[in-house]
């Protein structure tokens, strides 16, 4: 079993910027990909970022590629999202996800484990 707990989220201004972090505990933290989604009112959830076990391979959805970065400390059994130039869009409840395999992709069905989700609203 893998617990995964998010915080960071907020309100913010358009333009701002925020980080989320998500602290795992449970199951080796380092030998399985991690990865971020969203989720806004009245829309499905999807990808945001993902990374591989050992950071490598990191995957972004088009919407936030250049402005959201992802990452992860495997001594501290955390992942980041570091989110800038925050836009409106940008709104929803934020998931991270712990994935049955060392490496994937954006795929959600490759992640087994999920955090309650911390709450991004981007103020215009």
């Known amino acids: 079993q893998v617990q995964l707990v998010e915080s960071g989220g907020k309100l913010v201004q358009a333009g701002g910027s925020l980080r989320l972090s998500c602290a795992a505990s449970?199951?080796?933290?380092?030998?399985?990909?991690m990865g971020w989604f969203r989720q806004a009112p009245g829309k499905e959830r999807e990808s945001v970022a993902t990374?591989?076990?050992?950071?490598?391979?990191?995957y972004y959805a088009n919407t936030v590629k250049g402005r959201f970065t992802i990452s992860r400390d495997n001594a501290k059994n955390t992942v980041y999202l570091q989110m800038n130039s925050l836009k409106p869009e940008d709104t929803a409840v934020y998931y991270c996800a712990a994935s049955r395999y060392s490496t994937s992709g954006y795929r959600q069905n490759d992640y087994d484990y999920w955090g309650q989700g911390t709450q991004v609203t981007v103020s215009s």
């Open positions: 449970g199951r080796t933290f380092s030998s399985y990909a």
């Open positions: 990374i591989n076990w050992d950071g490598g391979n990191p």
